[in-house]
């Protein structure tokens, strides 16, 4: 009989691929049976459009992989108690009814939110939080000292506390635990597929892979954009800021989401790929999934200076004039050793590196 796993999350799982996605769909592989909780969307949301999911609240998307999706809750729950109680109450009747129509006994809550420690006390279960962000930095309906004392709260509630970087492990050791540090990975297999068979044909255009939200710096695209005219500007991923200012240049692409399976003889093929983030709270702490992308496919990389990129083999550009200055020093200096290097020094990061680590630690709690 498979063991039960609530798996908690701020992703929803039909989303850009993220280590949430990743390490769920690992659990079920190691003999869980696992129940993924999508994040709730405010009745705010619906106001502005947002589409509630009336017709499927649970799906088995495969055995033993079952999906709550989305729904509704109050606004207002990072920055009042009140709020925060009531969402706690209906997160909690979702879960609960959840549990009952699957016949669902967790032993294990692997849980990336922090807003919830009143449902997470009710749950009896072994619980890990995963933080792979600094969830008061957001900008939104937030007050952060109240947000920062609902994640003490949750790692006071927490058996094992999961960070991964340095710096986030800092601010939640300040709440009492330390946390083991596991950043994110690669699937290098993939990336890196044909780097070492042939020499890739190098086309004039410069990639971005991600979401386009609130961190992307969109005035320095543009300036990418200006600087290099005679280069293709691929931007690859979801939007949801106006971007209207790009669309309208010659030179810039917007595809939408890829597969990883498209996108990776992409990046094989580019000249450069960009991380291009404005520099605040949030992205000081992220560690982008897609820099391990990037350099298992070998392209050279010029980012700003986020989270732990610089120590990567990247470039890092802090100021707009630097920034355009590294694009033309990856350009000019790149060769096809220079990749195939860039590529063995990811390989360490590996998803399969990961799993291994959080099945010793679920070994370990149980």
């Known amino acids: 009989m498979s063991r039960d796993l609530l798996f908690i999350s701020t992703n929803i799982h039909g989303g850009l691929p993220t280590r949430k996605q990743r390490f769920a769909n690992h659990f079920k592989n190691i003999g869980y049976r696992v129940l ?48 925060n109680d009531i969402d706690n109450r209906i997160f909690l009747n979702h879960i609960k009814k959840a549990f009952k129509e699957l016949h669902f006994y967790p032993e294990i809550v692997w849980n990336y939110m922090p807003f919830l420690p009143k449902a997470l006390q009710n749950l009896k279960a072994k619980i890990v939080y995963d933080c792979a962000d600094d969830h008061s930095a957001y900008p939104g309906l937030i007050n952060p000292d109240f947000v920062n004392k609902l994640e003490e709260k949750t790692v006071e509630l927490s058996d094992a506390i999961v960070a991964t970087n340095d710096i986030l492990k800092e601010k939640l050791s300040s709440f009492g635990k330390e946390p083991i540090v596991l950043g994110n990975g690669v699937n290098w297999e993939l990336f890196s597929k044909g780097l070492f068979d042939y020499e890739p044909s190098i086309k004039k255009r410069i990639v971005y892979v991600g979401a386009i939200a609130e961190w992307f710096d969109l005035e320095l695209v543009k300036s ?7 280069h293709e500007l691929l931007i690859i991923g979801p939007t949801s800021v106006n971007v209207s200012t790009l669309k309208a240049m010659q030179n810039v692409k917007f595809t939408g989401r890829m597969s990883q399976e498209a996108i990776a003889p992409i990046l094989c093929e580019s000249q450069v790929a960009l991380i291009p983030f404005k520099i605040n709270k949030l992205t ?77 630690l679920l070994k370990n709690l149980l």
């Open 224 to 230: 990418v954009a200006i600087n290099y005219p005679d």
């Open 36 to 83: 993924f909780i999508e994040p709730p969307f405010t009745y705010l949301g619906l106001l502005k459009g947002k589409k509630a999911q009336n017709n499927i609240k649970i799906e088995e998307i495969e055995e033993n992989f079952f999906i709550l999706h989305s729904f509704a809750w109050f606004p207002f729950f990072k920055k009042n108690i009140i709020f």
């Open 284 to 360: 000081e702490k992220i560690d982008p999934l897609k820099v391990y992308e990037y350099l298992a496919a070998g392209i050279p990389v010029v980012s700003t200076p986020v989270g732990g990129v610089k120590n990567l083999p990247v470039l890092i550009g802090s100021s707009a004039d630097e920034f355009i200055e590294k694009i033309k020093e990856a350009i000019e200096t790149d060769s096809i050793e220079k990749r195939q290097s860039r590529s063995l020094e990811v390989k360490k990061f590996a998803w399969e590196t990961k799993y291994n680590l959080i099945t010793e």
